[in-house]
């Protein structure tokens, strides 16, 4: 039904930026949540950010307030993650999710995951 991929992951020194991509295919017409988690190895997958589509609400974990910021291109279905002034508690594989319904932070919350992209983040 929905096909969720994402790309942009890396690795970088810390105080370094990356900027993630979610490319939507399928039925997206109705995704109102999208939103980025993380998952570090050892440790459960945890909330970065989230969208509401189409009013562009969004919402951050306290760890990535301003340092990250999630936005969109509504004319391709992409939502992105920039991420800034990276730190090695950073390094996680990150994951695109969606859901059909206004949703928050959840994991539980979300029907649909991407494959997910590494970002390895070096002192």
């Known amino acids: 039904q929905v096909q969720l991929v994402e790309s942009g992951g890396g690795s970088v020194q810390a105080g370094g930026s990356l900027r993630l991509s979610c490319a939507a295919s399928g039925r997206t017409y109705n995704l109102y949540t999208r939103a980025w988690f993380r998952q570090a190895p050892g440790k459960e997958r945890e909330f970065v950010a989230r969208m509401y589509w189409p009013a562009v609400n969004t919402a951050y974990a306290d760890s990535a307030k301003g340092r990250f910021t999630i936005s969109r291109n509504a004319a391709n279905n992409m939502v992105y993650l920039q991420m800034n002034s990276l730190e090695p508690e950073d390094t996680a594989v990150y994951y695109c999710?969606?859901?059909?319904?206004?949703?928050?932070?959840?994991?539980?919350?979300?029907?649909?995951w991407g494959q997910g992209t590494q970002v390895t983040v070096s002192s």
């Open positions: 999710a969606a859901v059909s319904r206004y949703r928050g932070r959840g994991v539980g919350d979300y029907d649909y």
